[in-house]
């Protein structure tokens, strides 16, 4: 592929993103792009942001709160914070018939994300592909 | 590999992102629940934030992997997870979620006497002494902050006001344990800082009162 195609799959993938209502996810990447170093990396580093964006969940207030904790804080385990739990009281218990609410991105955000990563490296082997041929 | 191909994958990939966004996974609670405890949760991160890059303590979620809040609050369980505030090897101080303290009050009038429901008061976040059990004494709290998903309004001013009542005397300032953030001085004793945090823009016509007794009040949309 050239790099006017590369161009072209980001600005046709902004579009998409700002008509299924991500304008705002579209605005945060382009904020944190500093200079272009050429049209594939410009997708890539778009895709890896979105990734990162699509991981976290798209509430976006829970985004927001689970990307400054994971900056901030580190679990005993190491293991990444998952999201935001709420323990019931026993009278809460009883009413909503729940132990706790818990709120996480939901698994199939995980597996979008997932296929965004492969889509990444497979974007990349055909880009090295191409340089050496 | 072609152009076509991947702008039909990176489509497909969007819709599914925009379905799975809008389907809600706690739509049996009540939406006051989980508003409010969402607000928390976005206060208690912008609490976090600012002890680590204003304060520089090192923060670590003990016993969960989930940011840990209570639909009631209570009192200290160290089975329930917190967080802990390090700086270097040390650790100084420790951060709970709706927890109970025992007021200036209760110490005042003595505690040998049964504690009752007057003797405690709630605060949604707060920092204390390390190793607290149960409910901490006023005296172990550094920092108590309210969070306020709600239009603000007189009764939650007299309400704040009251817990800085319970939870220290007026007096010139002091030192508070905090070089920077919130603030390094408060004119109480113990001289813990007290903080309200509502997504009302009006709040700040409630915040003279807090000029004198060291309240801080911010407006904070979610």
Sequence with gaps: MTNEDYKEILQSMRKMLGNAGFGGIDERIMSDIHGSEGSFWDLIYYLKHLTEEVSLGSDVQLSNVLRRVRRHVQTESGDIIEGVRVTVSNDDRQRYDVEHIDFTPSPELGYIAKELRALIEELDEDHRRNSIS | MNKKAIKARIESLIKRFASASS?????LVPQSLTSGKLYEAHVLSIVIEQLSTQENYQITLINSRFIPLKSSPGPVNRSYPYFELRRGANLV????????FTSLSYYQRGTSRPIQRGDYHELDIVVTDSGVSGRPSHSNIWLGVECKNTGYNKGLLKEILGIRRELSLFVDSRST???RWPRSQVPADPPSCLMVFSTDVAVSQYSSPGDVFGIDFQYEQI
């Excluded at chain 2, 389907?23 to 739509?27: G, K, L, V």
């Excluded at chain 2, 101080?93 to 109970?100: G, I, N, P, R, S």
């Design chain 2, 23 to 27: 389907s809600s996974a706690y739509a």
């Design chain 2, 93 to 100: 101080a420790e951060l709970w979620t709706d927890v109970e």
């Design chain 2, 177 to 179: 344990r905090f070089t």
